[in-house]
């Protein structure tokens, strides 16, 4: 890809009503556009970071059985109706469409009443369980007061998981798998270190649910570290509402230090029972033919708020800093020359194209017309990992320049030798 290409373009300037990090940098390096408060619109580069991350969330889905499937946006005034979630005094965030003559649709926020009537016309016996549903689509939520950029929107990207199953057990063992996939997801985008699974509240049909917090410097919630947990190795927190109701215990350890720091969430994981399967009778065949309803488990995460998340943890004061496994590109490749003619740009397009060739992805800034220190600046804001300067000087000191992104390392590596090496 060629920067003249994008038909984006930076900035300079901090983003008049940004509130936090992602909010600011996203904009200014050209990778989402705000289109009105919790709504944003993702450009070429933002959107490869999307995609990399809902790949990542994929591949784990379907390495434990996870089937993906694309639900309808709209449902039923009905389906809502059945689970009591229609009246705004229950669920506040749902979207009521009109639509022709006195009819009326939801915007699912959550797809519950709609992957549960499906499901229902292709489970009749116990021998149809258990199985895990999925899918990543566009979510709408009426947010009273939408904040902090891409973390907390409207419109947002998500990926929720729906598993149904014969007995309390089943749920439990097939939790617990869901959970593995989480860690191994975390791990790939680079937030493994810093991510916890905190408990919350479980509602009535288990003592907890649990989410995934990002501990974050500007996070919008404040969780409290199990610091015993910690020095085995594990990393758990409770959230605020249960730390305020006395729960200062460790699940996992019984230990009872603790420390509070500030996180986002980035995902939630729920055991529902038959909360769901009841309003509808969603109901399966034992082996003796008798009925019962299904219990049921739903597993979120946030696709476009990781996006977000990961912005907010590795920015640095000069821009954005992606983790290779998302980044819009591998490599930034920068040559200083003032025509095409000249030697450092022709090398410079001559190692785009044999790393594009290897299948390395690239971004070539071919704007020999704008200033050096503008470029480089550039070249920070967007934040890959390898930034690639040709120029006479490296080119007299052995080949290209190459600053790691994430740390400044900065070394001259011949051109052959970086090739092969990537």
């Not at 022709?100 to 926020?109: I, K, T, V």
């Not at 063992?173 to 905190?198: C, H, M, N, P, S």
Request: net charge negative; glycine share 8%.
């Amino acid at each position: 890809m060629f920067i003249s290409e994008l038909f984006t373009k930076t900035s300079k300037d901090k983003v008049a009503d940004a509130q936090c990090i992602n909010a600011d940098l996203l904009v200014r390096a050209g990778f989402v556009h705000k289109t009105m408060a919790g709504v944003y619109s993702f450009l070429p580069l933002g959107l490869k970071v999307l995609t990399k991350v809902a790949q990542i969330v994929r591949e784990e889905m379907d390495a434990i059985g996870g089937q993906e499937i694309l639900m309808s946006a709209l449902a039923p005034r009905e389906y809502w109706e059945k689970t009591g979630r229609w009246d705004p005094k229950v669920f506040e965030p749902l979207f009521h469409v009109p639509a022709a003559g006195d009819q009326e649709y939801a915007l699912n926020p959550t797809h519950e009443e709609v992957v549960v009537p499906l499901v229902q016309n292709f489970i009749q016996s116990y021998r149809d369980l258990p199985f895990g549903c999925y899918q990543i689509q566009m979510k709408f939520r009426n947010e009273l007061r939408a904040k902090s950029g891409i973390l907390r929107g409207r419109e947002f990207l998500m990926k929720d998981l729906y598993s149904f199953h014969p007995d309390i057990e089943c749920l439990d063992r097939y939790y617990e798998k869901v959970q593995g996939a989480y860690d191994k997801i975390f791990e790939r985008l680079g937030l493994g270190e810093i991510t916890f699974l905190t408990y919350a509240s479980g509602g009535s049909f288990s003592k907890y649910s649990h989410e995934y917090q990002v501990v974050l410097t500007n996070g919008e919630d404040t969780i409290y570290v199990s610091e015993d947990a910690e020095k085995k190795g594990k990393r758990v927190a409770f959230n605020g509402e249960i730390y305020e109701e006395g729960k200062t215990e460790c699940p996992e350890t019984g230990g009872t230090k603790f420390r509070a720091e500030k996180a986002s969430e980035a995902a939630n994981i729920f055991k529902l029972g038959t909360k769901f399967s009841e309003p509808f009778d969603l109901t399966y065949a034992d082996e003796k033919g008798e009925s019962h309803h299904i219990i049921m488990g739903c597993y979120g995460i946030g696709i476009s708020r990781l996006m977000g998340i990961i912005a907010e943890a590795f920015a640095d004061d000069d821009g954005l800093v992606w983790p290779e496994s998302v980044a819009p590109a591998q490599v930034h490749i920068v040559p200083i020359a003032k025509k095409e003619t000249d030697e450092p740009y022709k090398k410079a397009l001559s190692l785009y194209e044999d790393l594009k060739e290897k299948g390395v992805q690239c971004l070539l800034d071919n704007r020999i017309d704008a200033s050096v220190g503008s470029r480089l600046a550039d070249a920070d804001l967007i934040g890959i990992p390898k930034r690639l300067v040709i120029s006479e000087k490296s080119l007299a000191a052995g080949g290209v320049e190459v600053k790691e992104r994430a740390n400044g390392k900065t070394e001259i590596l011949p051109l052959e030798s970086f090739v092969k090496a990537n």
